[in-house]
T-cell receptor
Framework: NAGVTQTPKFRVLKTGQSMTLLCAQD?????MYWYRQDPGMGLRLIHY???????AKGEVPDGYNVSRLKKQNFLLGLESAAPSQTSVYFC???????????FGPGTRLTVL | DQQVKQNSPSLSVQEGRISILNCDYT??????FLWYKKYPAEGPTFLIS?????DKNEDGRFTVFLNKSAKHLSLHIVPSQPGDSAVYFC?????????????????FGQGTILTVHP
């Protein structure tokens, strides 16, 4: 039981490049989330999904897209990376809306 | 507009003493509160939670207190241990309607770095 895994762990991009962050969970959770963590800002919700095939915007969605084609996977895409997207990205999942969220180990992204 | 605030960026405590981490919130619609612990290079892990119908929840060395009138919650760790050294985030949840389904969205504070000295 791996819990929540994230790929890759680190990545360096140039401005304008695109990439996809992959999140996978093996707990059969309905809800999945993408957060970013910046110094002094805590964790801010980018996008979330309440089930396979559904996605919705969170607090800071601009510049990101997501897809939930399979229940166990939640992808976060950056179409044209900007230096402001330099951050640590965390994926999380939960069984229900009031259940604890389980987090992945994070992806450290640097955009030059 | 920071709806959940942890005003102390850091806290230093001696091993065996009590650690008290504080969190304030502004949104009266928040009805569920959680504390997460985060070690470097790892994701946050759930620690303890409390519903707005309670004012205290205990789990071993960890106790969370909720004061709804003051919109304040605190996490007490007694006794503190060096392994408790980490960043602690408080989070609050509010129900909102999304496509006719209620959904609890978490809003996190900025985090407090706790250091427990041997």
């Amino acid at each position: 039981n791996a819990g929540v895994t994230q790929t890759p762990k680190f990545r360096v991009l140039k401005t304008g490049q695109s990439m996809t962050l992959l999140c996978a969970q093996d707990m059969n959770h309905e809800y999945m989330y993408w957060y970013r963590q910046d110094p002094g800002m805590g964790l801010r919700l980018i996008h979330y999904s309440v089930g396979e095939g559904t996605t919705a915007k969170g607090e800071v969605p601009d510049g990101y897209n997501v897809s939930r084609l399979k229940k166990q996977n939640f992808l976060l895409g950056l179409e044209s990376a900007a230096p402001s997207q330099t951050s640590v990205y965390f994926c999380a999942s939960s069984h229900g809306q009031y259940n604890e969220q389980f987090f992945g180990p994070g992806t450290r992204l640097t955009v030059l | 507009d920071q709806q959940v605030k942890q005003n102390s960026p850091s806290l230093s405590v001696q091993e065996g003493r009590i650690s008290i981490l504080n969190c304030d919130y502004t949104n009266s619609m928040f009805d569920y509160f959680l504390w997460y612990k985060k070690y470097p290079a790892e994701g946050p892990t759930f620690l303890i939670s409390i519903s707005s119908i309670k004012d205290k929840n205990e789990d071993g060395r960890f106790t969370v207190f909720l004061n709804k009138s003051a919109k304040h919650l605190s996490l007490h760790i007694v006794p503190s241990q060096p392994g408790d050294s980490a960043v602690y985030f408080c989070a609050a949840s509010s129900r909102f309607q999304a496509g006719g389904t209620s959904y609890g969205k978490l809003t996190f504070g900025q985090g407090t770095i706790l250091t427990v000295h041997p």
